[in-house]
């Protein structure tokens, strides 16, 4: 449950849609996988890392219950006209779809802003079109948008709702968080999304972003995050639903990093949700971390029998 806070603020199918509309459950424990940052850019060591942290997530899908995996944006960009960077990772996490597994494709800062958003569009339309005929409530905000292809969709499963917000830049070389916000853009999409969604159960709510909708206090993280102001934006209207939204994943910071963001000072605030970023695939070491060997994992094993919903972490090292 939410409550005071006394502590520092430190997820067989086919492309094709064969399979039938995934009905809400009751009462029952399923996990979501998260993959982080693969950046196939053409170096072959990413490319490999995805596959590995892909082939995890199948061969465990049976043992950890694994139904839904989301991958949190850089994905890929660039390469030769041949042979696009893009496509190459939509081959390796089609896997995912074949073994039974639906895949969630959130867009990255450097799709966007190396001016691949259109690219990520085309390649992944085939993918949001499945989805939307086997997920619950599948709503996608219209696009473009001020020339704009923003990625913003949401969906239900199981009693939780899913809400992926496209909050990254379309400036060249900017890196940090920007909140879109215009008539038609991420943020009153995404304001109107909370507030009209179904709330059955207290902690429902899942918010999906590349960029983690926190601040550290330490700059070699917080350069690539939201601003004060743009987040004290977040937090003064998700503390309207403290008690729904249970949580924040993402990547772009290259670590595994939990930060709690509160409403009001410090320690004597209300939490409002924990942010929870996952480690990129692939080998980096990063200013909030201190060295980095390995290929990470998230998965998330969720109880949705009693309100609210219960959610348990796991990292893996899966190489």
Not at 72 to 97: H, S
Not at 103 to 124: K, M, Q, R, V
């Amino acid at each position: 449950m939410k409550q005071i806070v006394g502590r520092l603020c430190i997820l067989a199918a086919g492309l094709l849609g064969l399979c039938a509309v995934v009905p809400d459950g009751y009462g029952e424990t399923f996990s979501f996988a998260v993959i982080a940052d693969p950046h196939i850019d053409g170096t072959a060591a990413h490319t490999t890392k995805l596959q590995t942290a892909v082939n995890w997530i199948i061969a465990n899908k049976t043992n950890d219950d694994i139904e839904l995996a989301f991958v949190v944006g850089d994905i890929a960009w660039g390469g030769p006209a041949t042979n696009r960077n893009m496509a190459v990772a939509k081959g390796i996490l089609d896997q995912l779809n074949l073994a039974g597994i639906p895949y969630i494709p959130i867009i990255g800062d450097n799709e966007a802003t190396s001016g691949c958003d259109l690219e990520f569009a085309n390649t992944f339309g085939a993918q949001y079109s499945y989805l939307s005929g086997i997920l619950s409530n599948w709503t996608k905000a219209a696009l473009p948008v001020n020339g704009k292809y923003l990625q913003n969709f949401s969906f239900d499963y199981k009693y939780c709702h899913a809400i992926c917000a496209d909050f990254v830049s379309r400036t060249a070389g900017v890196e940090y968080g920007d909140l879109h916000d215009f008539t038609g853009g991420s943020w009153p999409w995404f304001t109107n999304n909370i507030a009209a969604c179904a709330k059955p159960k207290k902690e429902n709510i899942m918010v999906m972003t590349h960029i983690g909708m926190f601040r550290t206090g330490i700059q070699t993280a917080d350069q690539y995050l939201f601003s004060d102001a743009d987040l004290n934006t977040i937090k003064n209207f998700t503390k309207n639903y403290k008690s729904y939204i249970s949580a924040n994943y993402a990547g772009h910071i290259h670590c595994n990093w939990t930060q709690d963001v509160i409403d009001g000072w410090w320690i004597f605030g209300t939490l409002i949700y924990t942010s929870r970023v996952t480690d990129e695939t692939w080998y980096d070491v990063r200013g909030l971390e201190s060295s980095d060997t390995t290929c990470t994992v998230r998965w998330v094993s969720v109880n949705n029998g009693g309100s609210p919903i219960t959610y348990t972490q796991h990292t893996v090292d899966v190489d």
